[in-house]
């Protein structure tokens, strides 16, 4: 029997203590992937002095150095950055922040590969690492960092870099894998392999949740996910301002948290619309399944995607999906069976397709059958081949 390949996987998208539902996805492939292989994880945090008082930093310096989640060892190093400002210098911080440690492994943890998650700071760290230390490595694309990368010069050229140094690059959609080809990326080099589903979900397809309203004639729209700009939340919004005025009997509830919570709040009371619209917190992973069998209908109204894994959860619960036509989308709307795809920014749209939606019969079953062969150990698979060329070349 050939002996079990170290894989290092390094990323600052990962889960810890303090942030249990950072990077679940990229958690979820180094846990198939462990079945298959040794793994240790790197997953460095900012550096932030514990003395001083910060709602957005100060949860760092409460991260252990080291601590094992579901028999994955993962380290949390110090990356010294400086917050909004000088993030041309981030994927040079993070090389230097984790040369040590890197090089620190080779002594009981020999990898044969290393990769990376997030291509811009950490991939491009990765690189300039894996250069040093003299090891193949393979990048992961996962959705912003691949599809902001045009929007600046200089961060176009270290992602275009990194992506084209490293031995392989993963992508998690088809879309993906062509805005990789324009930064430069050889078409040959790239290998599309898309997320997968836990089996919590599919082990909750058509089982139908406690109803959140009292009105049993009013069906629930659902949103899940980072109330951030590129969500666009605000055209959900937007079009359900044209819902009421159109008198739809909906609900609308947003669970999540981001940045941009206080001004969908906002924009909640401008529209007038209290009564219909509900927000609520970020909940565990675990219990997702359920939230999503108590609604009717999942909104994802994204302005980009890379490969929108809510999606396919709510798909693999039989829920029907609206959302807009961006990134890996239409790679998982496949036909009409599962919902209706819109053009972002645009709220009119949305709001026809809503309505749409909430007046159609769908069929459950059906739904959930579009997505519910694809678990996280066929990911694992995929990826094994991919390590496996690169390692043996």
Not at 57 to 73: F, Q
Not at 183 to 212: D, M, Q, S, Y
Not at 253 to 280: C, M, N, P, R
Not at 366 to 388: G, P, Y
Request: aromatic letters at 8%; proline letters at 5%; a positive charge.
């Amino acid at each position: 029997m050939a002996a079990r390949l170290n894989v290092l996987i390094a990323t600052s998208i990962f889960p810890n203590s303090e942030e249990v539902n950072k990077g679940i996805y990229i958690f979820h492939q180094a846990t198939a992937l462990s079945k298959y292989c040794n793994v240790k994880v790197v997953a460095p945090v900012p550096y932030f002095p514990g003395r001083l008082k910060s709602k957005t930093y100060g949860l760092y310096s409460r991260i252990p150095k080291r601590e094992t989640i579901d028999g994955l060892e993962v380290m949390h190093p110090r990356v010294f950055i400086t917050p909004k400002f000088g993030r041309y210098l981030y994927g040079l911080l993070y090389a230097l922040s984790l040369f040590h440690i890197m090089s620190g492994l080779k002594r009981n943890f020999v990898p044969d590969v290393i990769i990376g998650y997030w291509v811009y700071p950490d991939g491009f760290a990765n690189v300039l690492l894996a250069k040093l230390l003299k090891l193949p490595i393979i990048l992961g694309g996962r959705g912003c960092d691949v599809n902001n990368a045009g929007e600046d010069r200089i961060k176009r050229i270290m992602v275009s870099w990194a992506l084209r140094s490293s031995d392989r690059v993963m992508a998690v959609s088809s879309n993906m894998k062509q805005k990789m080809i324009q930064l430069g990326v050889p078409g040959e080099k790239i290998a599309v392999i898309p997320n997968g589903l836990h089996e919590i979900f599919v082990k909750h397809a058509g089982k139908k949740g406690n109803a959140r309203s009292d009105d049993d004639k009013k069906k629930t729209i659902l949103y899940c996910g980072r109330f951030s700009s590129e969500k666009g939340v605000e055209y959900l919004l937007k079009a359900a301002r044209i819902l009421k005025e159109q008198n739809v009997a909906f609900r609308l509830l947003l669970v999540g948290s981001g940045a941009q919570e206080s001004v969908l709040k906002e924009l909640a009371t401008q529209y007038d619309l209290e009564g219909i619209i509900q927000f609520e917190d970020e909940i565990p992973y675990s219990n997702v399944p359920a939230l999503m069998c108590s609604a009717d209908i999942f909104c994802l109204p994204s302005l980009r995607e890379g490969w929108p894994n809510v999606v396919m959860e709510a798909l693999a619960c039989g829920l029907p999906v609206v959302a807009s036509r961006v990134g890996g989308v239409p790679e998982l709307l496949v036909d009409e069976r599962c919902g209706m795809m819109v053009a972002a920014e645009n709220e009119e749209e949305l709001a026809a397709a809503l309505s749409a939606a909430l007046k159609r019969s769908w069929d459950n079953g059906s739904i959930s059958a579009t997505v519910k062969e694809r678990s996280w150990d066929k990911v694992a698979l995929e990826m094994l081949t991919e390590i496996k060329q690169v390692v043996g070349r």
